[in-house]
DNA sequence: GATTGACATGTCATTGCTTACATGTCACCT
DNA sequence: AGGTGACATGTAAGCAATGACATGTCAATC
């Protein structure tokens, strides 16, 4: 379901777009939020088609299908961000190695911390430039208030923010016990 | 692949458990790191003995079949642990409806960043009573230092609180933008 | 003229996951 | 004796998602 409310959200951004487009748009701005392949954005279109949420407004060069939303596609999307109540199925790779991490000796464990720490780093880096990015796009032209996925921008930054505090202060505990350890067992 | 993951390290944690047992410890203490049906658990259960990585320790009363987990389970669980890289597919419903949020109009964006909010503390109260029972459970035993799923659930809670503060600093950011609409255009 | 690479759209097999169906045991209460 | 509800294990249909396969156009470079 989510995947068509994504679909239907950039194509009201872009005003219309074709399969392609969406597939560089998910790869683009809306990746840190949903993910999905050209194989699955375009039978979904098909399907929308088919369910008259979007229509084929033209065909351009090479097969491009130029897609368009219909009224009904509108009322969907909207529905949607009124109706819906939140509950994704959590499932964090993260999260789960967080929780098992106490089954590993301390030096193993600090070690897989500092390398999620290094992967945190890195997302934190392509999100700073992604907002970057926009900030310079919309200090060209004149707009102004609460742009397209800037909410959600802030949001991810935020949270992982919060990520890498969390790594510092689980590396700080365990390296503590650590030490403790040593000293209790020098064997 | 995770599923199985997460099946091993709950066995690992419980010494052995019965497939029941281990649909139970979904519910509770994995709940808010990984989700999985008994239906999903069943099947993975036998694929998993087939794989030689758990196996059928002993039969108990009402065909209950009680697992538990081999070396080869064990060095599975260990090496993943270890070695793998977390790419989670970034899928989010609630970052989502935040991406799509500036489509509708001010008044109605609130309205849903309220629910939201209070989605998100029904959550926090959720995860700090799961703190608080797992506090009671260790004060009674001498147990010290850091216990299983104990990073997790800090890392959870933190992502939470997060979450609220972002919901409250988006609902102030609309509401300031509302008064000023208002003040330009008192139509 | 040939190759490279971005543009552009699709299918297919497999795996993961959800929901519903289906069956049966055992303890306790009435 | 019958009902309820926790215990216990499975199967099957169908949707969602991934990764690989497959095909073809067009512009620019070599």
Redesign the pocket.
């Known amino acids: ?4 409310i994504a679909l239907l959200g950039l194509l009201t951004a872009y005003g219309s777009a ?7 748009g998910f790869e683009r701005s809306v990746a840190h939020v ?7 954005i ?6 929308m088609t088919a369910d008259g949420l979007v229509t084929v407004a033209a ?9 368009s939303i219909t009224p009904e596609g509108r009322a969907e999307l909207r529905a949607w961000l009124i109706g819906h109540d939140p509950s994704g ?1 959590a ?1 964090s790779e993260v999260a789960l190695q967080a929780f098992l991490l106490p089954l590993l000796e301390t030096r193993e464990a600090l070690d897989v911390l500092e390398r999620l720490k290094t992967h945190m780093e890195h997302k934190l880096a392509e999100l700073e430039a992604l907002r970057a990015a926009k900030q310079a796009a919309s200090a060209q032209e004149g707009t102004s208030g609460v742009r397209f996925g800037d909410l959600a921008l802030d949001l991810g930054l935020r949270q992982v923010r919060t990520s890498l505090q969390w790594a510092d202060d689980a590396i700080a505990q365990l390296g503590r016990q650590a030490t403790t350890e040593e000293g209790a067992d020098p064997s």
């Not at 379901?1 to 068509?4: A, C, K, Q």
């Not at 074709?18 to 560089?24: E, I």
């Not at 375009?42 to 399907?47: D, F, I, Q, T, V």
């Not at 065909?59 to 897609?67: F, H, N, P, S, V």
């Open positions: 379901m989510s995947l068509r074709s399969g392609y487009d969406l597939t560089k949903w993910q999905a392949g050209h194989s699955q375009y039978p979904e279109l098909a399907k065909e351009g060069a090479r097969g491009r299908k130029i897609y199925p499932r």
